[in-house]
């Protein structure tokens, strides 16, 4: 039986900084996770905004190489959302999260094949428009009317050029 959280911190304040380190490391070097959560909290943690930049520049080439054809594309879109969500779950803010999905549906609609019927690949892009307006509210008042003229101008352009965008706002 696992001890709770609340134990485990506990126990943690009993430790000293070396035992710390050690298990620290220890957590880092069996999963992949651990190890870039903790370069983020270690490097980045303090300009989040930042950190976002450099995944946004980690996962452009994925997005200019993407396959035409609908199939492989769902697959490596799925791939590169799977990677922007882990990075934006390390941040735990709203405002970064959100900076990497209006992202990520900019260049969906730049590099995806837009005028596909394919379902998978429409459905991809409808989640995470209504993700997106499922977190502006949740943000400061002058940064939900900001993001919320993007998410417009971005809707409206899914609108024009995406087949089967329906969208119930």
């Known amino acids: 039986m696992q001890p709770a959280l609340r134990e485990i911190k506990k126990e943690l304040g009993h430790l000293n900084q070396t035992q710390l380190a050690e298990i620290c490391l220890r957590l880092a070097k069996y999963k992949k996770e ?84 394919h379902k998978p690949l429409q459905n991809l892009f409808n989640r995470q428009i209504e993700k997106i307006l499922k977190i502006i509210p949740k943000l400061h008042e002058d940064l939900q009317f900001d993001y919320q003229q993007e998410v417009d101008k971005l809707i409206q352009e899914a609108r024009l050029s995406m087949r089967g965008f329906s969208l119930a706002k």
């Open 34 to 117: 651990n190890k870039e959560l903790l370069s983020y909290l270690l490097y980045n943690a303090d300009d989040p905004l930042a950190y976002v930049d450099e995944i946004k520049s980690s996962l452009e080439p994925d997005f200019k190489d993407l396959p035409r054809g609908y199939y492989a594309s769902t697959k490596t879109l799925r791939k590169i959302l799977r990677t922007l969500n882990r990075h934006a779950k390390y941040t735990a803010n709203k405002e970064a999260e959100l900076e990497l999905l209006i992202w990520f549906c900019k260049n969906f609609l730049a590099y995806a094949d837009v005028r596909t019927s």
